[in-house]
């Protein structure tokens, strides 16, 4: 079984993609527990400061979808990513959807919240958005268990950590602003009880 190195930091939402997907594959994982504060050898190790970051083999990578990707080619089997070409292109869609427009509006939520006079009306605006997302959720579960099918794997992986903080709520410890955002600004009630089971699905999966 392979070993990865992994450094992460505690309530990280992107380590936590890493966890479940290492889980999914039977990887065993060194975990490298860093101090927020002090980033200096996740600096040291990869040349940026985020988490996670992974080593292996001479290898090291940062950004969780690309260490995602990586995990894959590494272990086959069980996939994250269909099998088949159709199946791929439409996870790396989602995966790029929910990476690039999706986290948009709680990430401006939180810088604009960071300023000595927040403008309530473009964060009215992102919190409409983030809200009218979780339809969309909803009704990717229609008929199936996971969000691209039957079969759990990366845009679960993807989404899960964001979209669970609604129904989980705020873990004790973790004071993230941005994580607060999210337990905020998607009200799963009323109306979304596929997405509230699919998260309470997904976190009694394990973690590495």
């Not at 605006?125 to 009704?139: D, T």
């Not at 973790?174 to 009880?193: A, K, M, N, S, T």
Request: no cysteine.
């Amino acid at each position: 079984m392979a070993m990865v190195r992994v450094y992460r930091i505690p309530f990280s939402t992107n380590v936590e993609r890493v966890a479940l997907a290492a889980a999914h594959k039977g990887l065993e994982v060194e975990w490298m527990d860093v101090d927020p504060s002090d980033r200096a050898e996740v600096r040291r190790v990869s040349g940026q400061e985020l988490v996670p970051v992974l080593e292996h083999e001479g290898q090291v990578l940062h950004d969780s979808p690309a260490i995602l990707r990586y995990l894959d080619e590494l272990q086959p089997d069980p996939p994250l990513w269909p099998r088949d070409e159709r199946g791929r292109a439409e996870a790396d869609i989602f995966v790029d959807w929910f990476n690039h427009v999706w986290k948009r509006p709680p990430n401006m939520i939180a810088t604009e919240l960071a300023k000595p006079a927040p403008d309530r009306e473009r964060i009215g605006r992102w919190s409409r958005s983030m809200a009218e997302s979780l339809a969309r959720f909803e009704g990717l579960l229609g008929g199936r268990d996971h969000l691209l099918g039957d079969d759990f794997g990366v845009v679960d992986v993807t989404a899960f950590p964001f979209l669970k903080y609604p129904v989980l709520g705020l873990p004790d410890g973790d004071d993230e602003l941005f994580h607060r955002i999210l337990v905020e600004q998607l009200p799963l009630e009323p109306g979304y009880p596929r997405l509230e089971d699919w998260v309470r699905r997904v976190d009694a999966r394990p973690r590495a």
